[in-house]
Nanobody, 122 residues
Framework: QVQLVESGGGLVQAGGSLRLSCAASGSIFSIRSMGWYRQAPGKLRELVADHTSGDSISYADSVKGRFTVSRDSAESTVYLQMSSLKPEDTAVYYC????????????????WGQGTQVTVSS
């Protein structure tokens, strides 16, 4: 079984910072990429940041210069450092991992975390 467990959401004032974490565990052979999506009420889920193995990183235009995505040395945990937060950043944030598990080998599959609420007050 593969699990992605998120932590770090909460309530913060505009201009503040939060750090989200997402740890992957289970029978994992290889992780190709990890990152974050978010979904605000009444809106579609949008990609926030992606970190592909080999240090290929991309961000949504709306968060460039304010958010930083990184992974630990084992590349099984992904972080999202969010700074200069705005009320429009309020959403449920979901981490994902594109990985090869024992159960899906030799194919890669997408796994999701449970979601964590980030609320930015004005």
């Amino acid at each position: 079984q593969v699990q992605l467990v998120e932590s770090g959401g909460g309530l913060v004032q505009a201009g503040g910072s939060l750090r989200l974490s997402c740890a992957a565990s289970g029978s994992i052979f290889s992780i190709r990429s990890m990152g974050w999506y978010r979904q605000a009420p009444g809106k579609l889920r949008e990609l926030v940041a992606d970190h592909t193995s080999g240090d290929s990183i991309s961000y949504a235009d709306s968060v460039k210069g304010r958010f930083t995505v990184s992974r630990d040395s084992a590349e099984s945990t992904v972080y999202l450092q969010m700074s200069s937060l705005k009320p429009e950043d309020t959403a449920v944030y979901y981490c994902y991992a594109n990985l090869m598990a024992r159960s899906t080998s030799p194919n890669y599959a997408l796994y999701w975390g449970q979601g964590t609420q980030v609320t930015v007050s004005s």
